[in-house]
């Protein structure tokens, strides 16, 4: 009786997991598509309940497949920038006027530079 492949990961489209395989081979972690006869995401958009799995051969392979994905995943959350710490845009509802203030600002009331008004600067849960 053949081993069980190990589910390791699964995507909603075929080409996805074609990269998550390419990627992972490029790591030394051989994986391969179990199920390419599963449409993936259909022309509604809506995704199939399972996804296309990414399997490997053996637990000591999925342990290290999990490990490279959940890194890569922390290294692209690391890259893109915090929304809260950026700059934010406040409209006047007096003038029109759409003002910048930084992030520091954040919850606070500031005066609008064009006429004056009282702005408030949106909290991160608006």
Same mark, same amino acid.
């Given at each position: 009786?053949? =081993?069980? *492949?190990?589910?390791?990961? %699964?995507? $909603?489209? !075929? ?6 395989? =390419?990627? *992972?081979?490029? %790591? ?7 199920? #390419? ?5 259909? =022309?509604?958009?809506?995704?199939? *309940?399972? @996804? ?8 000591? &392979?999925? @342990? #290290?497949?999990?490990?490279? *994905?959940?890194?890569?995943? !922390?290294? %692209? ?7 809260? &710490? ?6 006047? &509802?007096?003038?029109?006027? &759409? ?6 600002? !954040? ?6 530079? #064009?006429?004056? =008004?009282?702005?408030?600067?949106? $909290?991160?849960?608006?």
């Amino acid at each position: 009786m053949a =081993a069980e *492949l190990i589910c390791i990961h %699964r995507t $909603s489209t !075929r080409e996805e997991a074609d990269i998550v395989i =390419a990627w *992972l081979e490029d %790591r030394g972690v051989q994986a391969v598509v179990t199920d #390419r006869g599963n449409p993936g995401v259909s =022309a509604f958009g809506a995704t199939d *309940l399972e @996804g296309i799995a990414i399997c490997v051969s053996d637990t000591e &392979t999925a @342990g #290290r497949a999990k490990e490279l *994905l959940e890194e890569h995943v !922390r290294q %692209r959350a690391a890259a893109v920038p915090d929304a809260s &710490t950026g700059p934010i845009e406040v409209k006047c &509802t007096e003038c029109g006027e &759409t003002v910048e203030f930084p992030a520091e600002s !954040r919850g606070s009331v500031q005066d609008c530079p #064009r006429c004056g =008004a009282h702005l408030d600067v949106a $909290s991160e849960d608006v």
